[in-house]
């Protein structure tokens, strides 16, 4: 077969292409992504079309000794192929949203496609898109679960409501966006900004279209997360689901709700019905994952993790999860390498850094930990940062006094994490504790004594 006739120009222009790819959220940590993009777009532009197969795949690009590969028995080109062509997807719909080549590895073979995009008229010329185009559009970067996608979600939800100001589901998708950047565990930096406008955008959405179920599920995420007032929650997403029994929105929701107030087999129950209506969404993985976590389940915990970052290796909440899981089942050497890789792949996210501190401190090696927290209390000023996660850092490093103090302020606060506290192992050390009694009293949580 011949290679496809590039000129100068279109070299040129791919190779851009290529760059802009591999610098992407989606690519830039994933360096055997990467090498297997440009060595699939290598061989199409010298023609060896010949080599674009399993074997010859797994041998040049994946290193398996030549006399011993099969892909039958180890299916490392067929997984990584995979994952390419949803990291490629994931691009197009956020960084590469106005690309004009499309780099496409069909499925069923790994010869790729390089074509020239034709873009919605409406995105090409910025003219107004139609409100269920918008719509479309943030609700798929909303599935990838990133602060990227909820930003670029938060973009396109805004954007509808300034075109289309009487279109409901957009206001809805702006309150969604904003409690998951809020709750994003890294903790961007605008994590502690989004309260007002998320009440607003509610409130705008029950103004249009007050008997929509979503409604209900997102003043109940409100009111538990930042009112801290469970009692109208719970009421909330059983209104909401008596409405709406198969709703994924308000299984997950409600199941959160059990699951931090020690319900487990409640919350067990409503998470697995949602993946069973979405049996490949990594994130019922992450979910049930947490529960595990809670549960002090350490081992199923991180079975479950794993599963889910065989379908999205490089998942940063699932990986700081991962992370966590590690640091209080005696593993905190193993726990550094996680904070460590998340701390790269969410610069400037304070949550991370103090995971961070707090996987030192799991190690065993306090004369670092201190070190850390010392240099992140320097670094932090000008920066939002949640007081639940410094609570939790200094609860690892062993100063229960300023833990509890941080805790106090982000009772004072409202902060979005507060919630946890009565079954977050980080602070099992804190329950007798006449201090984080009172807190929990003041939430309307129960004292939980859970044991591993």
Not at 84 to 94: C, I, K, N, S, V
Not at 136 to 158: D, H, N, P, Q
Not at 312 to 331: F, I, K, N, Q, T
Not at 355 to 367: N, P, Y
Request: proline share 6%; aromatic share 10%; with cysteine.
């Amino acid at each position: 077969m011949s290679a496809p006739a590039f000129t100068l120009e279109s070299e040129k222009a791919l190779a851009e292409e290529l760059d802009a790819i591999c610098a992407s959220g989606a690519f830039r940590h994933s360096p055997q992504q990467q090498r297997l993009l440009r060595h699939l777009v290598a061989k199409l532009g010298n023609g060896d079309l010949a080599s674009l197969r399993e074997i010859p795949l797994g041998i040049e690009v994946f290193r398996r000794p030549s006399a011993q590969f099969d892909p039958r028995k180890d299916p490392i080109v067929r997984v990584e192929a995979g994952r390419l062509r949803e990291r490629l997807a994931r691009y197009y719909a956020l960084e590469g949203g106005r690309s004009a080549i499309e780099i496409v590895v069909p499925i069923g073979g790994y010869v790729p496609i390089v074509r020239t995009r034709r873009l919605p008229a409406a995105l090409a010329s910025n003219k107004p898109a139609s409100a269920q185009l918008l719509q479309e559009r943030a609700l798929y970067v909303m599935r990838l679960r990133t602060i990227e996608g909820y930003r670029k979600a938060l973009e396109l939800f805004s954007r509808a409501t300034r075109e289309f100001p009487d279109f409901a589901p957009a206001y809805r998708g702006i309150g969604w966006a904003r409690i998951c950047t809020a709750g994003f565990d890294g903790v961007p930096p605008e994590a502690g900004r989004q309260s007002e406008p998320m009440h607003a955008a509610i409130e705008a959405a029950a103004a249009l279209d007050p008997e929509h179920p979503e409604v209900a599920a997102l003043k109940g995420a409100y009111a538990a997360r930042y009112d801290h007032d469970l009692a109208s929650a719970q009421r909330m997403y059983r209104d909401g689901l008596s409405r709406s029994p198969a709703s994924i929105v308000f299984r997950t929701s409600f199941a959160w709700l059990y699951l931090l107030t020690g319900q487990f087999d409640e919350a067990q129950r409503l998470f697995e019905a949602a993946q069973t209506e979405d049996p490949f969404g990594f994130w019922h993985r992450h979910n049930l994952g947490s529960l595990s976590y809670f549960r002090r389940d350490y081992a199923t915990a991180e079975k479950v993790l794993r599963e889910a970052l065989e379908i999205e290796p490089d998942h940063a909440v699932v990986r700081l999860l991962l992370a966590r899981v590690l640091m209080h089942s005696g593993r905190g050497a193993d726990a550094i390498g996680e904070t460590e890789w998340c701390v790269r792949a969410l610069p400037g996210m304070t949550g991370a850094e103090l995971f961070h501190v707090a996987a030192l401190a799991s190690a065993g090696e306090r004369q670092a930990a201190v070190s850390a927290m010392r240099n992140f209390e320097r670094g932090s000023e000008g920066r939002y940062t949640s007081p639940f996660y410094r609570a939790m850092a200094y609860a690892a490093l062993g100063e229960a006094d300023r833990a509890l103090e941080w805790l106090s302020r982000a009772a004072i606060e409202r902060d979005y994490w507060l919630i946890n506290i009565a079954v977050d192992p980080a602070f099992d050390r804190l329950k007798p504790r006449a201090e984080f009694s009172a807190i929990l009293r003041a939430l309307g949580l129960p004292n939980l004594h859970l044991t591993h």
